[in-house]
């Protein structure tokens, strides 16, 4: 897939999410095959204030490239002011604007999906940062109960200079329920010259597929399945390639991603930054014994206890 002029060597990306993809897990999806991978989201009014611990989300490293960083406003001048400083700071390849998150604490001041109600300014955000930054600009949207509406945005965000879109299937309004509707993907597809992201819903090889092939998107972004299973990328990548199930050892293969996952945490000075226990049960989602070995995490008093009880369900699980 290409953006703007950069070569994405594929076109199965991470979702950007707020609290989960950090360094080291953007990392471990990388080496299982995702494509790009954005930071969390990035307040433009923290960047503008030099808030350290929200400028801090935007670190990478080499491994990462191309890089992604999201950022999040309201409106087109301090958000410029923060893209350019991030251009400076992080040098992405990549500054893509939400305007999906449905969030109280983004849309209560106006940002993130909030702003899908008001066209122009959206216009204006996308233009303001495509015209006066050297780096692409790409914008990830949810749809509008509408279809016409939405594709009105759709057309508005290209038109404004964006290098590519990613469009997740549900509206402000449902926030993660129901399920996401890629008639109005497909149709934006259609319609746009940019490239279009299919996003919501994808879990596995199969609806990774059928996502594809059905909204005729350029790529797919996959969000909460990865979540614990950076290795859902793998699955994916090889189903696509071969059109075959990747067989693989479930119990084991999770066991040795957290502890990697652990590991690269502490590589990078990260471990303080998240909530280890939380982290932990992801990684546990959808396995044998699982609720079991969550109530071991939830007592657990360090890494040590946690991983013992991971291997134990290993074991049960042979
Ligand atoms: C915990 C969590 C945090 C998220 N944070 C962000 C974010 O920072 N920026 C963003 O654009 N979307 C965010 N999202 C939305 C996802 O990027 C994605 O659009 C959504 O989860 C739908 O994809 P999925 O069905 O594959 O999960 C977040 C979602 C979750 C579950």
């Not at 594929?10 to 993809?21: D, E, F, H, K």
């Not at 095959?33 to 801090?56: F, H, P, Q, R, W």
């Not at 989300?57 to 960083?69: A, F």
């Not at 490239?195 to 919501?200: Q, S, T």
Request: glycine share 6%; hydrophobic share 35%.
């Amino acid at each position: 897939m290409k953006i703007a002029d950069l070569k994405i060597p594929g076109n199965i990306l991470l979702a950007p999410m707020s609290n989960v993809t950090n360094l080291p897990f953007r990392l471990m999806c990388r080496k299982y095959g995702a494509s790009l991978t954005y930071s969390e989201m990035i307040s433009a009014d923290a960047v503008i204030y030099e808030n350290k611990k929200t400028i801090n989300r935007g670190i990478s490293c080499e491994d990462e490239r191309p890089l992604g960083i999201q950022i999040f406003g309201n409106s087109p001048e301090t958000m410029i002011k923060a893209a350019l400083r991030i251009e400076e700071i992080y040098k992405p390849e990549i500054i893509d604007i939400n305007f999906g998150c449905p969030a109280k604490t983004l849309t209560k001041d106006g940002c993130g999906s909030a702003l899908l109600s008001s066209p122009e300014l959206i216009h204006d955000i996308v233009k303001e940062l495509s015209e006066n930054l050297s780096t692409p600009v790409t914008a990830k949207i949810r749809i509008l109960q509408d279809m016409e509406n939405t594709l009105e945005i759709a057309h508005l965000i290209e038109s404004a200079g964006a290098s590519a879109i990613t469009v997740h299937g549900r509206t402000r309004q449902q926030q993660y329920s129901g399920k996401a509707n890629h008639d109005y993907v497909r149709k934006i597809k259609q319609e746009l010259s940019i490239p279009v992201i299919a996003n919501g819903d994808i879990v596995d090889e199969i609806s990774a597929q059928q996502t594809l092939e059905y909204t005729e998107c350029d790529g797919i972004m996959i969000g909460r399945a990865a979540m614990g299973n950076p290795f859902l990328f793998k699955r994916i990548s090889h189903y696509l390639e071969t059109g075959e199930l990747l067989e693989y050892k479930q119990c084991s293969q999770r066991v040795a991603d957290i502890r990697e996952y652990f590991s690269l945490l502490e590589e990078h000075e990260l471990m303080h930054t998240v909530h280890v226990k939380a982290q932990a049960q992801w990684f546990t989602r959808g396995m044998k014994n699982g609720r079991h070995v969550r109530k071991n995490i939830d007592v657990a008093k360090n890494i040590d206890e946690i991983l013992l009880s991971l291997d134990r369900m290993c074991k049960d699980a042979n």
